[in-house]
């Protein structure tokens, strides 16, 4: 998996969610904007992240183990049982 690269900035982040709270659109194919980049942080539990191109990548992330998202590269995450995650989403720097 990817790291995040070191000329990021913090922009925001979202607030915690569940098994129980999870946005449908992120249990789908789904993308950054241009430039986001994203860090799927879990505080609980696990779930599994799928980076789907160019090539699929499929990681178990959880309190030990973050995801990162790439701008504009298609993922979604797979809720396996209870979890509580977040995502930070971060910029390059101007």
């Known amino acids: 998996m990817k790291s995040l690269p070191f000329n990021l900035t913090y922009h925001q982040r979202t607030h915690d969610f569940d098994q129980d ?8 194919r789904h993308t950054t904007a241009k430039g986001i980049w994203g860090k799927i942080k879990v505080t609980e539990g696990s779930l599994t992240y799928r980076i789907l191109e ?33 995502i930070e989403f971060y910029r390059q720097a101007a």
């Open 54 to 86: 160019p090539e699929v990548e499929e990681h178990v992330l959880n309190i030990s183990q973050h995801g990162v998202v790439a701008p504009q590269a298609a993922h979604q995450v797979e809720i396996n049982g209870p979890v509580k995650f977040h």
């Open 21 to 28: 709270n999870v946005p449908m659109g992120m249990l789908g």
